[in-house]
């Protein structure tokens, strides 16, 4: 396993080159474009790294996954897919053209306007607490923390993200005060992880809920149901459908560069690369999730006489 982490990593690289840091969100445009690593864990808790593994990223969209656990932990199904829908949308993760032609609730918790209405949800005295103690919980590191710099950057530069919660009020799809969602929401952005704590999140996903290192059920496993289906038809932004074919692992990217992946073997993986495609997807890390699924015949409809390439 070490040897294909490293061959996928000789891979990603490659493509480092064709793509960019974000920069819309100043303080991230601070990251190194060289960086590229991986993490990889098994049920039976083997844990396999290589690269840049171990360098904190904020975590950015994969938060949403997290949100949407919380929304439908606290407020239940119901409520949360009355506020927003379950379909992927062929348009970019900060687009508003739907909120514009009101085609209304926002198609899914995966972009940011479905994700502003699902941290909406959210019921908690204190949301963005409850959030930052199920993201310890889940990755098992109760030293994860925010990172203010990243928060203030984007709570300072988030227009576009108020445009969304502004249009959303007007329609009375969001309820409550605007500034203030928004402010749960950068926070949950900008909680800054490893690959490590990814993977060991996604182990949890991978195995329906169930820890498998612990043998403890951490989350039940309709929600998890849910939060992979999503990751597998709109984890990857206006990308999901491409990279479901290539890869067919459910992910969700963020535009810090990290993706978390969950897969049909009970995996968990995440990768960090800062560097982004058009998309907004870490180039380095969907191309390495793309060898992987090749090479360990991670696709979640695989054949079973499949040989790998
Ligand atoms: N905090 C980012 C934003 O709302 C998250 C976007 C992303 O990772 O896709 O713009």
Not at 50 to 56: E, K, N, R, Y
Not at 226 to 247: N, Q, R
Not at 277 to 301: A, D, P, R, V
Request: overall charge negative.
């Amino acid at each position: 396993m070490d040897s294909i982490l490293q061959d996928a990593l000789i891979y990603g690289k490659k493509y480092l080159p064709s793509g960019k840091v974000a920069n819309y969100i100043p303080e991230l445009a601070k990251a190194d474009p060289s960086h590229l690593g991986i993490c990889l864990m098994l049920p039976d808790g083997s844990t396999y790294q290589a690269g840049d593994f171990q360098v904190p990223f904020t975590m950015q969209s994969i938060a949403k996954t997290f949100s949407l656990i919380l929304a439908l932990k606290t407020a239940g199904y119901e409520t949360v897919f009355s506020k927003v829908g379950m379909e992927p949308t062929g348009d970019c993760f900060d687009s508003i053209v739907q909120l514009e032609t009101k085609q209304l609730p926002p198609f899914n918790p995966m972009i940011n306007a479905g994700a502003i209405v699902t941290v909406s949800c959210i019921k908690a005295q204190d949301p963005f607490e409850e959030f930052l103690a199920l993201v310890r919980q889940l990755c098992f590191n109760n030293t994860i923390a925010l990172n203010e710099s990243v928060y203030l950057s984007e709570k300072r530069t988030g227009m576009r993200n108020r445009s969304i919660a502004y249009l959303l009020q007007s329609d009375q799809i969001l309820e409550g005060e605007p500034e203030q969602v928004l402010d749960q929401y950068f926070h949950m952005c900008s909680v800054e992880v490893t690959t490590v704590d990814l993977a060991r999140y996604a182990l949890i996903l991978a195995n329906d809920g169930l820890d498998p290192i612990t043998g403890t059920q951490m989350l039940e496993e309709w929600i998890v149901r849910i939060v992979k289906t999503l990751m597998l038809t709109c984890g990857m932004y206006d990308e999901s459908g491409e990279f479901a074919v290539k890869a067919g692992i459910p992910s969700k990217s963020g535009v810090g560069g990290g993706i978390v992946a969950t897969t049909e073997q009970g995996m968990g993986i995440a990768t960090y690369g800062p560097v982004l495609n058009q998309k907004g997807n870490s180039i380095g890390g969907t191309h390495m999730l793309e060898y992987l699924s090749s090479k360990l015949n991670l696709h979640s409809f695989a054949s079973k006489t499949y040989t790998a390439v």
